[in-house]
């Protein structure tokens, strides 16, 4: 049998923390492995317990969920742990920053219980849970805040010309199928070809890529 997908739950309200927990647990494919209620706690925990997936809350005491995600899954960490954010704030700027501080993926906390499952799934699965065009919308506004590096020419990036392609078609915000369609290719293809991007980056999913290209100045 295949093991369970251990979940961190990290929020601040004991009714909200609760009833996560509730709604996790009740899952035969998901095991809440610990909750907390700061980020500093969710920081020390995560290390202790390993989860699959963190789910965390932006605003709390100690250590916000913005500043506890870059220390779980920013840059440089030498074992990220996927993250994913669920809030009341439905603000871009939360998102973005959540996403550019390692998240994997962003919730609001008035989401059905079944799109909160769907999403510790698919971010355990190491796939980011906004759609494209949602990423391309929110990375696409905050553009201007991400300054392209000054050594960033295309010819430095170690990809072929089709996968760079294939690259700056994930930042223009266009799905696998909708890839698959402008280069004539199939979707399998494509799939080949973004996972062989992510790797040659050292990206973790299409979120990270769609900011890569925005810092490299392959995208506007």
């Known amino acids: 049998m295949t093991a369970p997908i251990r979940v961190l739950v990290c929020d601040d309200q004991m009714l909200i923390r609760t009833g996560l927990v509730t709604i996790i647990g009740a899952q035969p494919d998901l095991e809440v492995a610990g909750e907390c209620g700061d980020g500093r706690s969710a920081v020390d925990l995560a290390g202790r317990l390993r989860p699959d997936v963190v789910v965390m809350d932006v605003r709390m005491p100690v250590l916000d969920g913005i500043e506890a995600t870059r220390l779980l899954a920013g840059a440089g960490v030498p074992h990220p742990v996927k993250v994913l954010v669920v809030t009341t704030f439905n603000l871009d700027e939360y998102v973005y920053e959540a996403l550019r501080a390692g998240a994997s993926g ?6 059905p219980p079944d799109r909160l499952l769907h999403g510790i799934r698919t971010v355990a699965m190491g796939a980011a849970l906004l759609d494209p065009e949602v990423t391309r919308r929110l990375v696409g506004r905050y553009a201007a805040r991400i ?56 990206l973790r999913d299409r ?4 900011i890569y290209a925005y810092r490299r100045g392959l995208a506007t």
């Open 106 to 111: 962003f919730l609001l906390k008035d989401a």
């Open 147 to 202: 300054r392209p590096a000054e050594d960033g020419a295309p010819r430095d990036l170690p990809l072929t010309p089709r996968e760079l392609e294939v690259l700056r078609l994930i930042a223009d915000g266009l799905s696998n199928r909708e890839i698959a369609a402008a280069l004539l290719i199939s979707q399998e293809t494509v799939k080949t070809f973004v996972s062989r991007i992510l790797t040659k980056l050292g």
């Open 207 to 210: 979120v990270q890529a769609v």
